[in-house]
């Protein structure tokens, strides 16, 4: 059968194209890299990938935000798997979203390649399951996070979860964290300094790069924040909260001299610098 519809999920979401064939009603099979989705008369009723089928297939594809899709019309399901309207599919769609934005707290950026310690974990005793062992093997210091995830054949979700653990346990850990953390950091700072201004902020960055002991490593300029000496001897945990307890002291003395309103308008600057 022809292809009907062809393109690339950069552009167009798997919700939205979704969306088009439940909305003129469509039957056919929606190919997404690695699975299929099937509709009949707009209705989602079947989907698979290699290992899935069902929910769990639909919602994996669901969730793609790369790759090309095509659509084939007039193709019928080998079986019904899925029987929910797909407004209700949308809003678990949704939710695993939500969900995915919280665990991403947790994880440094996907971008990240982690590698597998050689320390001894501070538990006398590490419980791993299977689906753990699946993605530790994919570690190999040369797989991003991102890689890791869209080859473990898990629901997106599901990984970055297996993977937080991972770091937890301290069975995998970030080799660039300081380096991530210290480029972060400075970058928030330098926001920061643009948007607000003049006033007090730069008293209060060189009063807490004393009371950190950081002052050998980091000095003002302006509305600069320079690295001034690189090999920072310091813990990667100890540099995330000197920079997090700055950026906190710096919001609060804005709150109280500009008001909330103000800084939550400015504050989406800095909290969104890299």
Request: proline fraction near 4%; aromatic fraction near 8%; charge should be neutral.
């Amino acid at each position: 059968m022809p292809a009907a519809l062809r393109g690339n999920l950069t552009y167009f979401s798997p919700e939205e194209v979704m969306y088009l064939l439940s909305r003129f009603k469509k039957t056919g099979r929606l190919d997404m890299g690695g699975g299929s989705v099937y509709f009949h008369d707009g209705n989602v009723v079947h989907a698979k990938t290699s290992e899935l089928e069902g929910l769990d297939a639909f919602y994996t594809l669901a969730m793609k935000e790369e790759g090309e899709f095509t659509f084939y019309t007039d193709e019928k399901a080998p079986k019904n798997t899925v029987s929910s309207p797909l407004a209700e599919l949308f809003q678990e769609i949704e939710r695993r979203k939500a969900e995915i934005e919280e665990v991403m707290k947790e994880l440094p950026p996907l971008d990240t390649v982690p590698a597998k310690s050689t320390k001894t974990p501070s538990k006398e005793k590490i419980e791993m399951k299977k689906n753990h062992w699946k993605i530790l093997i994919l570690v190999d210091g040369k797989r991003s996070l991102k890689q890791i995830i869209t080859e473990s054949g898990f629901e997106k979700s599901e990984a970055m979860r297996l993977i937080v653990w991972l770091f937890k346990e301290g069975l995998i850990y970030d080799p660039k964290e300081k380096e991530r953390i210290i480029k972060e950091g400075t970058q928030k700072l330098k926001v920061f300094l643009k948007e607000f201004g003049e006033g007090p902020w730069i008293d209060i960055i060189k009063k807490k790069l004393d009371e950190g002991g950081l002052s050998n490593y980091l000095s003002i300029a302006g509305t600069d924040v320079l690295i001034t000496n690189k090999e920072m001897d310091i813990p990667p945990d100890r540099l995330k909260e000197w920079f997090n307890g700055t950026l906190q002291e710096l919001k609060d003395k804005a709150e109280e001299l500009l008001g909330k309103i103000i800084v939550k308008k400015k504050w989406k600057a800095v909290d969104g610098a890299r």
